[in-house]
């Protein structure tokens, strides 16, 4: 399986690609300085801002990915208008090249709670365009995630997801989950549980 991910670099990116090391992930970064981390991750890295479609059309066309990934967000900036943009504007050009390139699988990163304003709507943009993927869509609904890596080293508010076993859940998922909704959150043990929510 050939995977062209996006957001490879983030830390969910990051989690996720340590179970895939068995695949041809090609990771995209908009950092030079970054390439070394998808490099000893077992993916090959590979410039390009998901916002430059024409660039990511030519990287997917050579690629031929049989899924693509976004997990593309934009929380260092703490910027909540650059996080909306990277979800609407991010996700319509990685779906536009899942389709061009004939991709089976479009996989997404969503919340597994509610937020408000323009942010929700830019999450239901998102979810909304994934679903019109004629391939198998696959939308990861994740709880607040926490342990290394985060902002946070113990549970926060619910839901929860620790970020290790959430990476581990989303490479079984990308890699071999039927199409649908899935909510990765903490359940009691503190186990991760991957479920179709039926929307």
């Known amino acids: 399986m050939r995977i062209l991910f996006a957001g490879a670099t ?8 340590a179970h895939l090391r068995r695949y041809h992930v090609v990771g995209l970064t908009r950092s030079i300085e970054k390439r070394h981390l998808l490099n000893e991750l077992g993916a090959e890295s590979v410039i390009c801002d998901v916002y430059d479609y024409e660039h ?5 066309q050579r690629v031929r990915p049989h899924a693509v990934v976004n997990f593309v967000t934009d929380l ?3 910027s909540t208008a650059a996080n909306n943009r990277a979800r609407r504007e991010g996700g319509a050009n990685l779906l536009g090249a899942a389709k061009a390139t004939g991709a089976l699988r479009l996989v997404v990163e969503s919340v597994a709670f509610e937020l408000a304003d323009e942010a929700g709507l830019a999450v239901k943009q998102l979810e909304r365009s994934a679903e019109a993927f004629s391939g198998e869509a ?6 607040r995630l926490w342990g290394p890596g985060t902002s946070y080293d113990a549970p926060a508010q ?5 970020m290790e076993e959430a990476g581990a859940q989303a490479a079984h998922l990308i ?16 186990n991760i549980d991957a479920q179709p929510t039926g929307h």
């Open 158 to 162: 619910p839901p929860t997801a620790h």
């Open 56 to 60: 990511l059309l030519r990287v997917a």
């Open 175 to 190: 890699t071999r989950g039927a199409p649908g909704t899935f909510r990765i959150v903490d359940r009691p043990s503190r």
């Open 76 to 78: 260092a900036t703490g």
């Open 138 to 143: 696959l939308i990861l609904r994740f709880g």
């Open 10 to 17: 983030g830390v969910l990116g990051r989690a996720t690609l």
